[in-house]
Protein backbone atom coordinates (compact mmCIF):
# COMPACT_ATOMS: atom_id res chain seq x y z
CA UNK A 1 0.00 0.00 0.00
CA UNK A 2 0.91 3.55 -0.74
CA UNK A 3 2.53 4.70 2.73
CA UNK A 4 1.47 8.44 1.92
CA UNK A 5 -2.53 8.02 1.56
CA UNK A 6 -4.88 7.58 4.66
CA UNK A 7 -5.30 3.93 5.86
CA UNK A 8 -9.21 2.88 5.77
CA UNK A 9 -9.96 4.45 9.05
CA UNK A 10 -12.09 2.60 11.39
CA UNK A 11 -15.77 3.31 11.89
CA UNK A 12 -18.13 2.20 13.98
CA UNK A 13 -21.06 4.39 13.59
CA UNK A 14 -20.77 4.74 10.27
CA UNK A 15 -24.19 5.65 7.88
CA UNK A 16 -23.16 2.54 6.05
CA UNK A 17 -22.46 0.08 8.34
CA UNK A 18 -21.68 0.71 12.31
CA UNK A 19 -23.74 -0.43 15.15
CA UNK A 20 -26.93 0.04 13.59
CA UNK A 21 -26.40 -2.36 10.66
CA UNK A 22 -24.93 -4.99 12.99
CA UNK A 23 -28.33 -4.63 15.54
CA UNK A 24 -30.43 -4.83 12.02
CA UNK A 25 -28.35 -7.97 10.89
CA UNK A 26 -29.18 -9.48 13.84
CA UNK A 27 -33.10 -8.54 13.97
CA UNK A 28 -33.92 -9.80 10.16
CA UNK A 29 -31.17 -11.99 8.93
CA UNK A 30 -33.08 -15.28 9.15
CA UNK A 31 -36.63 -13.48 8.53
CA UNK A 32 -36.82 -10.41 6.28
CA UNK A 33 -33.21 -10.43 4.86
CA UNK A 34 -34.01 -14.01 4.01
CA UNK A 35 -34.82 -14.33 0.77
CA UNK A 36 -32.45 -11.43 -0.67
CA UNK A 37 -29.39 -13.42 1.00
CA UNK A 38 -30.65 -16.33 -1.45
CA UNK A 39 -30.29 -14.26 -4.04
CA UNK A 40 -26.80 -13.13 -3.20
CA UNK A 41 -26.27 -17.08 -2.71
CA UNK A 42 -27.18 -17.90 -6.17
CA UNK A 43 -25.22 -14.54 -7.85
CA UNK A 44 -22.31 -16.01 -5.95
CA UNK A 45 -22.74 -19.59 -6.80
CA UNK A 46 -22.43 -18.88 -10.69
CA UNK A 47 -19.79 -16.02 -10.10
CA UNK A 48 -16.78 -18.81 -10.81
CA UNK A 49 -13.64 -16.37 -11.82
CA UNK A 50 -10.23 -18.66 -11.95
CA UNK A 51 -9.14 -16.69 -10.00
CA UNK A 52 -7.05 -18.29 -6.20
CA UNK A 53 -7.26 -14.79 -4.87
CA UNK A 54 -10.40 -12.93 -3.62
CA UNK A 55 -10.40 -9.47 -2.33
CA UNK A 56 -14.03 -8.43 -0.71
CA UNK A 57 -14.67 -4.86 -0.13
CA UNK A 58 -17.35 -3.77 2.46
CA UNK A 59 -17.91 -7.47 3.63
CA UNK A 60 -19.02 -6.30 6.98
CA UNK A 61 -18.92 -9.67 9.25
CA UNK A 62 -20.45 -11.49 6.25
CA UNK A 63 -24.11 -11.66 6.76
CA UNK A 64 -25.22 -11.66 3.03
CA UNK A 65 -22.19 -14.11 1.95
CA UNK A 66 -23.52 -17.84 2.23
CA UNK A 67 -21.52 -20.71 4.35
CA UNK A 68 -18.61 -21.36 2.63
CA UNK A 69 -18.12 -19.05 0.03
CA UNK A 70 -14.62 -17.62 1.81
CA UNK A 71 -13.07 -21.16 1.84
CA UNK A 72 -13.53 -21.13 -2.36
CA UNK A 73 -10.30 -18.96 -2.44
CA UNK A 74 -6.62 -20.37 -1.39
CA UNK A 75 -6.26 -16.31 -0.25
CA UNK A 76 -8.83 -14.00 1.01
CA UNK A 77 -8.18 -10.17 1.53
CA UNK A 78 -11.05 -7.70 3.05
CA UNK A 79 -11.14 -4.20 3.34
CA UNK A 80 -13.63 -3.48 6.58
CA UNK A 81 -13.42 -0.37 7.99
CA UNK A 82 -15.75 -1.55 11.17
CA UNK A 83 -13.99 -3.10 13.78
CA UNK A 84 -16.78 -5.21 15.14
CA UNK A 85 -17.38 -6.31 11.68
CA UNK A 86 -13.71 -7.51 11.36
CA UNK A 87 -14.13 -9.17 14.61
CA UNK A 88 -17.23 -11.22 13.09
CA UNK A 89 -15.78 -11.85 9.98
CA UNK A 90 -12.55 -13.50 11.18
CA UNK A 91 -14.62 -15.63 13.24
CA UNK A 92 -16.52 -17.41 10.45
CA UNK A 93 -15.64 -21.40 10.22
CA UNK A 94 -14.66 -20.75 6.96
CA UNK A 95 -12.43 -17.71 7.34
CA UNK A 96 -9.35 -19.54 7.62
CA UNK A 97 -7.85 -17.51 5.08
CA UNK A 98 -8.92 -14.47 5.66
CA UNK A 99 -6.58 -11.26 6.23
CA UNK A 100 -7.56 -7.86 6.53
CA UNK A 101 -5.97 -4.84 4.64
CA UNK A 102 -5.70 -1.18 5.04
CA UNK A 103 -6.27 0.47 1.85
CA UNK A 104 -9.21 2.84 1.22
CA UNK A 105 -9.91 1.94 -2.02
CA UNK A 106 -13.12 3.85 -2.13
CA UNK A 107 -12.04 7.02 -1.44
CA UNK A 108 -10.32 9.11 -4.06
CA UNK A 109 -10.52 8.41 -7.76
CA UNK A 110 -7.27 6.13 -8.02
CA UNK A 111 -8.27 4.22 -5.40
CA UNK A 112 -9.36 1.57 -7.48
CA UNK A 113 -6.08 1.34 -9.76
CA UNK A 114 -4.42 1.06 -6.50
CA UNK A 115 -6.81 -2.25 -5.61
CA UNK A 116 -5.45 -3.58 -8.65
CA UNK A 117 -1.78 -2.76 -8.38
CA UNK A 118 -1.48 -4.07 -5.02
CA UNK A 119 -3.62 -7.40 -5.95
CA UNK A 120 -2.99 -8.51 -9.52
CA UNK A 121 -4.26 -11.53 -9.62
CA UNK A 122 -7.13 -11.67 -7.44
CA UNK A 123 -11.09 -11.35 -8.08
CA UNK A 124 -12.75 -8.32 -6.58
CA UNK A 125 -16.16 -8.73 -4.65
CA UNK A 126 -17.82 -5.29 -3.69
CA UNK A 127 -20.45 -6.64 -1.55
CA UNK A 128 -22.73 -3.76 -1.12
CA UNK A 129 -20.66 -0.94 -0.59
CA UNK A 130 -20.65 0.85 -4.08
CA UNK A 131 -24.34 2.01 -3.53
CA UNK A 132 -23.57 3.17 -0.26
CA UNK A 133 -20.10 4.62 -0.87
CA UNK A 134 -20.24 8.29 -3.23
CA UNK A 135 -17.89 7.74 -6.23
CA UNK A 136 -14.73 10.09 -5.41
CA UNK A 137 -14.85 11.46 -9.26
CA UNK A 138 -17.27 11.34 -12.05
CA UNK A 139 -19.72 7.82 -11.39
CA UNK A 140 -18.54 4.19 -10.20
CA UNK A 141 -19.49 2.67 -13.58
CA UNK A 142 -16.69 5.13 -15.36
CA UNK A 143 -14.25 4.33 -12.59
CA UNK A 144 -14.77 0.54 -12.69
CA UNK A 145 -14.27 0.28 -16.48
CA UNK A 146 -11.16 2.63 -16.39
CA UNK A 147 -9.34 0.84 -13.21
CA UNK A 148 -10.58 -2.78 -13.40
CA UNK A 149 -11.44 -3.98 -16.95
CA UNK A 150 -8.68 -6.41 -16.94
CA UNK A 151 -9.91 -7.43 -13.29
CA UNK A 152 -12.21 -10.19 -12.81
CA UNK A 153 -14.85 -8.45 -10.24
CA UNK A 154 -18.49 -8.08 -9.29
CA UNK A 155 -20.46 -6.29 -7.09
CA UNK A 156 -23.66 -6.51 -6.03
CA UNK A 157 -25.11 -2.87 -4.63
CA UNK A 158 -27.66 -0.83 -3.86
CA UNK A 159 -29.52 1.09 -6.96
CA UNK A 160 -32.78 2.82 -5.23
CA UNK A 161 -34.00 2.68 -2.00
CA UNK A 162 -37.51 3.67 -1.45
CA UNK A 163 -40.32 3.37 1.26
CA UNK A 164 -42.64 2.64 -1.68
CA UNK A 165 -43.79 -1.09 -1.06
CA UNK A 166 -42.55 -3.14 -4.25
CA UNK A 167 -45.26 -5.80 -6.15
CA UNK A 168 -45.57 -9.03 -4.12
CA UNK A 169 -44.15 -11.06 -6.56
CA UNK A 170 -40.75 -9.42 -7.41
CA UNK A 171 -38.86 -12.13 -7.54
CA UNK A 172 -35.36 -11.81 -8.78
CA UNK A 173 -34.75 -11.58 -12.48
CA UNK A 174 -32.03 -10.92 -14.71
CA UNK A 175 -33.14 -7.70 -17.23
CA UNK A 176 -31.53 -7.34 -20.29
CA UNK A 177 -29.29 -3.92 -21.76
CA UNK A 178 -32.18 -2.18 -23.34
CA UNK A 179 -33.60 -1.10 -20.01
CA UNK A 180 -33.89 1.69 -18.38
CA UNK A 181 -33.72 2.12 -14.53
CA UNK A 182 -37.70 3.50 -14.91
CA UNK A 183 -38.40 0.38 -17.33
CA UNK A 184 -36.17 -1.88 -14.57
CA UNK A 185 -38.40 -0.47 -11.50
CA UNK A 186 -41.28 -1.01 -13.11
CA UNK A 187 -40.76 -4.98 -13.03
CA UNK A 188 -40.81 -4.60 -9.38
CA UNK A 189 -42.95 -1.42 -8.18
CA UNK A 190 -46.35 -1.29 -9.25
CA UNK A 191 -47.58 1.66 -11.93
CA UNK A 192 -47.48 5.29 -10.43
CA UNK A 193 -44.84 7.81 -9.78
CA UNK A 194 -42.49 6.37 -6.60
CA UNK A 195 -40.04 8.52 -3.62
CA UNK A 196 -37.24 7.15 -4.25
CA UNK A 197 -33.23 8.06 -3.23
CA UNK A 198 -31.13 6.99 -6.65
CA UNK A 199 -27.80 5.55 -4.83
CA UNK A 200 -26.32 6.22 -8.73
CA UNK A 201 -25.17 2.23 -9.62
CA UNK A 202 -27.28 1.06 -12.48
CA UNK A 203 -25.74 -1.14 -14.99
CA UNK A 204 -22.18 -0.55 -13.26
CA UNK A 205 -21.68 -3.45 -15.72
CA UNK A 206 -21.82 -1.23 -19.12
CA UNK A 207 -24.56 -3.31 -21.61
CA UNK A 208 -23.96 -6.83 -20.18
CA UNK A 209 -27.61 -7.77 -18.83
CA UNK A 210 -27.59 -7.71 -15.04
CA UNK A 211 -29.77 -9.27 -12.24
CA UNK A 212 -31.66 -7.71 -9.99
CA UNK A 213 -33.25 -8.12 -6.63
CA UNK A 214 -35.55 -6.53 -4.19
CA UNK A 215 -34.15 -6.41 -0.50
CA UNK A 216 -36.28 -5.46 2.32
CA UNK A 217 -34.12 -4.07 4.87
CA UNK A 218 -36.36 -2.73 7.30
CA UNK A 219 -40.10 -3.35 7.65
CA UNK A 220 -40.76 -0.20 5.67
CA UNK A 221 -38.14 0.26 3.33
CA UNK A 222 -36.87 -1.70 0.08
CA UNK A 223 -33.82 -1.68 -1.78
CA UNK A 224 -33.15 -2.70 -5.20
CA UNK A 225 -30.13 -4.29 -5.21
CA UNK A 226 -28.09 -5.08 -8.74
CA UNK A 227 -25.92 -7.86 -9.37
CA UNK A 228 -23.05 -6.93 -12.17
CA UNK A 229 -19.78 -8.62 -13.26
CA UNK A 230 -16.83 -8.03 -15.11
CA UNK A 231 -16.14 -11.33 -17.52
CA UNK A 232 -12.88 -13.05 -16.15
CA UNK A 233 -9.87 -11.96 -17.99
CA UNK A 234 -6.88 -14.59 -19.03
CA UNK A 235 -4.67 -14.19 -15.84
CA UNK A 236 -1.48 -11.99 -16.83
CA UNK A 237 0.40 -15.57 -16.84
CA UNK A 238 -1.43 -16.91 -19.35
CA UNK A 239 -1.30 -13.44 -21.40
CA UNK A 240 2.37 -13.70 -21.11
CA UNK A 241 2.80 -16.75 -22.56
CA UNK A 242 0.69 -16.20 -25.38
C1 LIG B 1 -24.41 -1.81 3.47
S1 LIG B 1 -23.04 -2.49 4.27
C2 LIG B 1 -22.98 -4.07 3.43
C3 LIG B 1 -22.49 -5.14 4.31
C4 LIG B 1 -22.45 -6.55 3.74
N1 LIG B 1 -21.51 -6.66 2.65
C5 LIG B 1 -23.79 -7.04 3.31
O1 LIG B 1 -24.00 -7.27 2.13
O2 LIG B 1 -24.66 -7.23 4.19
C6 LIG B 1 -21.63 -1.60 3.59
C7 LIG B 1 -20.31 -2.03 4.18
O3 LIG B 1 -19.27 -1.28 3.54
C8 LIG B 1 -18.32 -0.92 4.52
N2 LIG B 1 -17.54 0.24 4.01
C9 LIG B 1 -17.85 1.55 4.09
N3 LIG B 1 -16.87 2.30 3.53
C10 LIG B 1 -15.92 1.43 3.08
C11 LIG B 1 -14.66 1.59 2.43
N4 LIG B 1 -14.19 2.80 2.11
N5 LIG B 1 -13.96 0.48 2.11
C12 LIG B 1 -14.43 -0.75 2.43
N6 LIG B 1 -15.63 -0.96 3.06
C13 LIG B 1 -16.36 0.12 3.38
C14 LIG B 1 -19.16 -0.61 5.75
O4 LIG B 1 -18.40 -0.65 6.95
C15 LIG B 1 -20.18 -1.76 5.68
O5 LIG B 1 -19.70 -2.90 6.32
Given amino acids: MDSDRPPLADHLLSPTGG?????????????????????VAGWL???QPRRRELVIVGP???????????MRFERVTALEPDPLARWLLARRTDAGRLAFSRLDC??????????????????????NVLGQVAAPAEDWRALLARHLAGHAWASYHDVISTSARPKPDGEPAILANDQTLETTLARFWPGGTIELSDHETFRLAGDRPQHYAVWQISRQRWHLVEWANNPDPPPAQAQAST
Fill in 19 to 39: LVYHLRALRHRHGLWAPFHRA
Fill in 45 to 47: AGW
Fill in 60 to 70: NAGYALPAGFL
Fill in 106 to 127: LATPDGLAQLATAHPEAAILFS
